[in-house]
């Protein structure tokens, strides 16, 4: 093999590694944060009796939100785009990990939606599913418009979602 052939033979080598690379990084980089939103199962077969007065609101009637964030968490950008879709019906407020659990509210990851009807729980799990957590893949929208009525509190834990555990 000629030193011009080795050369070229090298110079593949590493583009194919430099591909390899990249697209492992970028695998990483997307999916780190993919992932059963309650892999402990923590929420399996519980209940809640969390109250939206126990976050400090007032109780008011009808439909209610808690959007959860935690500081840093890569996947905020992905649910801050279900806000806008949020009918005004809906009143709006935010609430930090730190404050749900200061309520004794087991919350395994954020960002997490934690919907109230006339004060009671009855949803608490991520806005979508899937690695990118969608607008057209939501799982509250339904619930929001008044278009699924749901029997008690939904725990969502098992579904896979962007997430940052907490």
Not at 78 to 85: E, K, P, Y
Not at 109 to 115: D, E, F, G, S
Request: with cysteine; proline share 5%.
């Amino acid at each position: 093999m000629s030193l011009k052939g080795a050369g070229r033979c090298a110079w593949v080598v590493f583009c194919v590694l430099w591909v390899i690379a990249t697209a492992w990084v970028l695998y990483y980089f997307t999916f780190a944060n993919y992932g059963e939103f309650d892999p402990e199962q923590t929420w399996l077969g519980q209940s809640s009796e969390l109250r939206i007065t126990d976050l400090g609101l007032p109780q008011g009637s009808g439909m209610h939100i808690v959007h959860v964030r935690a500081p840093y968490c890569s996947c905020n950008p992905l649910a801050d785009a279900h806000t806008a879709t949020i009918p005004d019906t809906v009143n709006q407020h935010w609430a930090s990990a730190d404050d749900i659990a200061a309520t004794g509210f087991d919350l395994p990851a954020t960002p997490a939606a934690l919907i109230f009807q006339d004060g009671a729980l009855v949803y608490a799990g991520p806005y979508a599913s899937g690695a990118f957590c969608a607008v057209e893949d939501s799982l509250i929208d339904d619930i929001l418009r008044g278009q699924q009525q749901l029997a008690g509190t939904y725990l969502n834990g098992l579904v896979r979602a962007c997430r940052c555990l907490n």
